[in-house]
């Protein structure tokens, strides 16, 4: 069974709920059916309910809750505590009322509240549009100080990774980041594996050097985040500075990284930036053929996804089944 088939099939078995707070996309309402009807997820979608029904065509929507967020008794109490929230930074209720109006922040609120397990947007927002709010309210998880993003590729070749499959961070969020930075991605990226795609980790912090085969900065910047996550967490398998192919490839992992626990064997890769995160993905995918997953946000509290402004309903069902599943811990 393909990974996204093993996703699917655990969320079935847990029956979380999940915000939609883009509840008026055309995308989003076939794939709240398509979730209510596969028994996916439990789904609340928020909008304005005469406008949802009007797109809806001939989807069945009993069964799918719908929040107007402007309408919602909910409204005036959310402004309050959100106003006390964020009063520190100089939080008005006036304010707070603008902001709610905006289904995301609305629906942010619900899962501070402990209204639903999880969040996905980013059909018709931005992502900024969805990190804003979802830092401001949900905020990173205990012993997370960054969130980050990561992407789960399947690639038909099965000797690569754990049986084809690779955790790829940070490709979409944390444009340079620092030692600490990256120390917290590859901690997340550890977490993520382990809930979400059920590997046991092995973190290879990938460089243009392996083992001091160069020296410069950007390589020590890999071999320090490496310390700081050994330190921090001696029960995660990583390695590094190492570069891809030794990464994957046991043959040349043995030779240019003798002894390591990680080389030839990684199916978690951090990157040293975005730009070569996000790069690699998109390579890998189109010349290897790989199924590319994500962006998936990892570090807050509760979990909160994003979504391409391009995707289809499917993707939205996937990332509903990957949000259930980051609800269990």
């Known amino acids: ?19 939609l707070p883009e509840g008026e996309d055309r995308r989003t309402i076939e794939a709240a059916v ?6 996916i997820a439990n789904i609340i979608m928020l909008g304005n309910e005469e406008e949802i029904k009007a797109k809806s065509g001939d989807f069945d929507l009993s069964g799918i809750k719908i929040i107007n967020p402007l309408t919602s008794d909910m409204f005036d109490g959310f402004v309050e505590q959100y106003t006390e929230m964020r009063k520190a930074k100089g939080m008005t209720q006036e304010k707070a009322r603008e902001e709610l109006k905006d289904s995301v922040y609305f629906g942010c609120m619900m899962l501070y509240n402990d209204m639903a397990d999880g969040l996905v947007s980013g059909a018709v927002h931005a992502t900024s549009e969805l990190l804003r709010p979802a830092l401001k309210i949900i905020k990173t998880a205990p012993g997370i100080s960054t969130v ?17 499959v690779l955790i790829y961070a940070d490709c979409g969020v944390v444009i340079d980041p620092n030692e600490e930075e ?23 912090m990938l460089s243009f050097s392996t083992k001091g085969s160069a020296s410069h900065p950007l390589a020590d910047k890999m071999i320090n985040a490496t310390k700081k996550v050994q330190e921090m967490r001696p029960d995660i398998l990583i390695d590094g500075e ?10 040349v992992g043995q030779k240019k990284a003798p002894g390591s626990p990680v080389a030839g064997k990684a199916n978690v890769l951090i990157f040293p930036n975005i730009d070569a995160g996000n790069i690699a993905y998109k390579l890998t995918q189109r010349l290897a053929g790989a199924t590319a997953v994500g962006p998936i946000c990892q570090g807050f509290r509760k979990p909160v996804n994003d979504l391409s402004r391009g995707c289809n309903s499917d993707d939205i069902v996937y990332a509903v089944a990957i949000t259930v599943l980051q609800s269990l811990g």
């Not at 398509?34 to 028994?39: A, L, P, T």
Request: proline share 3%; glycine share 6%; net charge neutral.
């Open 1 to 19: 069974m393909a990974l996204l088939d093993r996703i699917v099939a655990r969320a079935k078995a847990e029956r979380k709920t999940i915000i």
């Open 34 to 39: 398509k979730c209510k009807n596969d028994g």
């Open 148 to 164: 980050s993003s990561y992407f789960l590729m399947e690639f038909p070749n099965k000797e690569l990774g754990d049986n084809g």
């Open 182 to 204: 990256l120390a917290a991605i590859a901690i997340a990226s550890y977490n993520s594996a382990k809930v979400i795609a059920e590997l046991d980790p092995k973190i290879a």
């Open 242 to 251: 190492l570069q891809g192919d030794a990464a994957l490839v046991e043959a």
